[in-house]
């Protein structure tokens, strides 16, 4: 759907809350990040020890740094996602139309961005836009 103009201001006492909780949820995404990069991506226990190759290994044993490792791979691609929602709402605040859905231009309910503060759609906007992706 295009953008519209929005129809509705969203009330300021409701624009602090989700601000707050805005601010919130990206320190908890950035410092998740920050464990991501540190922890996970540190080396598996053959790196740390210095046996490195997995050549020669038990096929069980390299299944599972395999797999450890694409699941890192994706925790970190979904918390960059995350990060860059967060920082679109946080665009979006600055342009003043933070809390406004950028489909429909109604008033994203407040309840809704103190649990989802990066949220840009109202429910039905992303209700709709994920169907339409599920076809």
């Not at 990040?33 to 226990?45: C, K, N, P």
């Given at each position: 759907?295009?953008?519209?103009?929005?129809?509705?201001?969203?009330?300021?006492?409701?624009?602090?809350?989700?601000?707050?909780?805005?601010?919130?949820?990206?320190?908890?995404?950035?410092?998740?990040?920050?464990?991501?990069?540190?922890?996970?991506?540190?080396?598996?226990?053959?790196?740390?020890?210095?046996?490195?190759?997995?050549?020669?290994?038990?096929?069980?044993?390299?299944?599972?740094v395999l797999h450890g490792r694409?699941?890192?791979?994706?925790?970190?691609?979904?918390?960059?996602?995350?990060?860059?929602?967060?920082?679109?709402?946080?665009?979006?605040?600055?342009?003043?139309?933070?809390?406004?859905c950028e489909d429909?231009?109604?008033?994203?309910?407040?309840?809704?961005?103190?649990?989802?503060?990066?949220?840009?759609?109202?429910?039905?906007?992303?209700?709709?836009?994920?169907?339409?992706?599920?076809?």
């Amino acid at each position: 759907m295009p953008r519209t103009q929005p129809r509705t201001r969203p009330h300021p006492q409701a624009q602090r809350t989700a601000k707050d909780a805005l601010e919130r949820k990206a320190r908890r995404v950035q410092h998740l990040l920050e464990e991501v990069e540190q922890t996970a991506f540190a080396g598996d226990a053959r790196e740390v020890s210095g046996e490195i190759s997995l050549a020669g290994q038990d096929d069980g044993d390299v299944a599972a740094v395999l797999h450890g490792r694409e699941e890192e791979q994706m925790v970190r691609e979904l918390l960059q996602q995350n990060a860059a929602q967060i920082e679109d709402a946080r665009r979006r605040r600055q342009e003043g139309t933070y809390g406004i859905c950028e489909d429909c231009g109604s008033e994203i309910p407040p309840a809704r961005l103190q649990a989802m503060p990066e949220a840009t759609r109202c429910i039905g906007c992303q209700r709709s836009r994920e169907a339409a992706r599920r076809g």
